[in-house]
């Protein structure tokens, strides 16, 4: 019995990094097995390695470009003794690198192990990871090897996938303050990562407050301040209301991080079918006569930056959900000094009208290193051949 185990350095990585994975082959003797001889060896015929990312849809609400064609999705055919990476997975095959060949022709002799590494960059062009409401886009490294005349084995360790755009526009390279009079040399020199954190950390280090008017057809409700418009994936959004010379009463208000799943027009199942929205973290608060407020709304490391593909876009934002009276409610009585008190009495009942709104913001990756220290994905597996 060989024993294959496949280990990954990591499980999130950039779209254009490179993916390393060592895959391990041992002759592992069954505990209580009896040896037919001190030289009893096992053999493979061949070992290859692969990855490739895996769309699947639902199909009550998305089409599948050219699904009428009569094609058959790749990595549904095929004898059972070829490397095939995506037999029997669900969906679609929109990526796949060229296989490599780690060895023809393996003898392990008994509690011997040999160890291969598979090398992959990680295509610019690949779509990030996504589990959303219609559409997922998973990836996996695949690992086939075969006994001779025997069936192929698979072998499969799932990463995740972050995409930086545009980072082969020189124009973005402009956005990046010079750290020392050598800055060219040292982007030249410098790895992708490395690259990436810098344009992230421009992007999203930008503190430019915006300051939105909050108002209905009665009035003013307040005004809300966000400190800046793009943050990455495990930052935390935080803004501000002021309620100082508000005509209308807010008795109390929520904020949600939503991010918004727009199928393409062309793959809608149906033409009128509604965006879906799926909730992260919430903030509620009561507000009533308060002058201020704040919100701090933490953005999991987990969840997917702002994207687009043939199939699917998506965005985030902001969902505001504001209580507000329909008539003014008396204050209480402040007291002259800090020695006395006072009781306020709020109505029994109040007529109240609820507003909505949707504020856009950009939500950007961040560095694979830091996703990684929460990933919940493992970071190897092992089959039985």
């Given at each position: 019995?060989?024993?294959?185990?496949?280990?990954?350095?990591?499980?999130?990585?950039l779209?254009?990094?490179?993916?390393?994975?060592?895959?391990?082959?041992?002759?592992?003797?069954?505990?209580?097995?009896?040896?037919?001889?001190?030289?009893?060896?096992?053999?493979?015929?061949?070992?290859?390695?692969q990855?490739?990312?895996?769309?699947?849809?639902?199909?009550a609400?998305?089409?599948?470009?050219?699904?009428?064609?009569?094609?058959?999705p790749?990595?549904?055919?095929?004898?059972?003794?070829?490397f095939?990476?995506s037999?029997?997975e669900?969906?679609h095959?929109?990526?796949?690198t060229?296989?490599?060949?780690?060895f023809?022709?393996?003898?392990?002799?008994k509690?011997?192990t040999?160890?291969?590494?598979?090398?992959?960059?990680?295509?610019?062009?690949?779509?990030?990871?996504?589990?959303?409401h219609?559409?997922?886009?998973?990836?996996?490294?695949?690992?086939?090897?075969?006994?001779?005349?025997?069936?192929?084995?698979?072998?499969?360790?799932?990463f995740?996938?972050?995409?930086?755009?545009?980072?082969?526009?020189?124009?973005?390279?402009?956005?990046?303050?010079?750290s020392?009079?050598?800055?060219?040399?040292?982007?030249?020199?410098?790895?992708?990562?490395?690259?990436a954190?810098?344009?992230?950390?421009?992007?999203?280090?930008r503190?430019?407050?915006?300051?939105?008017?909050i108002?209905?057809?009665?009035?003013?409700?307040?005004k809300?301040?966000?400190f800046?418009?793009?943050?990455?994936?495990?930052?935390?959004?935080?803004?501000?209301?002021?309620?100082?010379?508000?005509?209308?009463?807010?008795?109390?208000?929520?904020?949600?991080?939503?991010?918004?799943?727009?199928?393409?027009?062309?793959?809608?199942?149906?033409?009128?079918?509604?965006v879906?929205t799926?909730?992260?973290?919430?903030?509620h608060?009561?507000c009533?006569?308060?002058?201020?407020?704040?919100?701090?709304?933490?953005?999991?490391?987990?969840?997917?930056?702002?994207?687009?593909?043939?199939?699917?876009t998506?965005?985030?934002?902001?969902?505001?959900?504001?209580?507000?009276?329909?008539?003014?409610?008396?204050?209480?009585?402040?007291?002259?000094?800090?020695?006395?008190?006072?009781?306020?009495?709020?109505?029994?009942?109040?007529?109240?009208?609820?507003?909505?709104?949707?504020?856009?913001i950009?939500?950007?990756?961040?560095?694979?290193?830091?996703?990684?220290?929460?990933?919940?994905?493992?970071?190897?597996?092992?089959?039985?051949?």
């Amino acid at each position: 019995m060989i024993v294959v185990e496949a280990r990954l350095d990591r499980t999130v990585y950039l779209a254009g990094e490179v993916l390393e994975c060592f895959v391990s082959f041992t002759n592992q003797t069954p505990e209580g097995a009896v040896p037919l001889n001190s030289s009893d060896s096992e053999s493979l015929a061949w070992a290859s390695a692969q990855l490739h990312c895996q769309c699947s849809v639902s199909e009550a609400r998305v089409v599948w470009p050219g699904e009428d064609t009569g094609e058959v999705p790749h990595g549904q055919e095929g004898s059972d003794t070829v490397f095939i990476p995506s037999r029997g997975e669900r969906g679609h095959t929109v990526l796949s690198t060229s296989p490599r060949i780690l060895f023809c022709d393996l003898k392990l002799h008994k509690g011997e192990t040999k160890t291969y590494l598979y090398r992959e960059v990680i295509p610019r062009e690949a779509p990030p990871s996504y589990r959303g409401h219609s559409v997922k886009y998973s990836y996996k490294v695949t690992i086939g090897t075969q006994r001779v005349g025997a069936p192929t084995k698979l072998l499969r360790v799932p990463f995740r996938v972050l995409v930086v755009y545009d980072l082969g526009d020189p124009t973005v390279y402009e956005e990046v303050p010079p750290s020392n009079p050598f800055l060219e040399e040292q982007r030249q020199e410098g790895s992708l990562l490395e690259l990436a954190g810098q344009v992230l950390t421009t992007i999203t280090g930008r503190k430019s407050p915006n300051v939105y008017n909050i108002t209905n057809q009665r009035g003013t409700v307040g005004k809300f301040t966000l400190f800046k418009s793009a943050y990455r994936i495990g930052e935390d959004i935080v803004g501000s209301f002021d309620y100082a010379g508000a005509s209308v009463p807010c008795m109390q208000f929520t904020v949600t991080l939503q991010s918004e799943e727009h199928i393409a027009e062309e793959c809608r199942r149906k033409p009128s079918q509604a965006v879906a929205t799926m909730s992260f973290s919430r903030h509620h608060e009561f507000c009533l006569h308060t002058q201020r407020g704040h919100m701090i709304l933490p953005i999991p490391l987990s969840a997917t930056p702002s994207f687009m593909t043939d199939i699917v876009t998506v965005k985030w934002r902001l969902h505001f959900e504001f209580v507000l009276a329909c008539s003014p409610i008396s204050q209480p009585e402040l007291p002259t000094s800090q020695s006395e008190s006072t009781t306020w009495q709020g109505p029994s009942s109040v007529a109240v009208d609820t507003m909505v709104w949707d504020l856009p913001i950009k939500v950007l990756p961040t560095n694979p290193l830091q996703a990684t220290a929460v990933s919940l994905i493992k970071s190897s597996s092992s089959i039985k051949v």
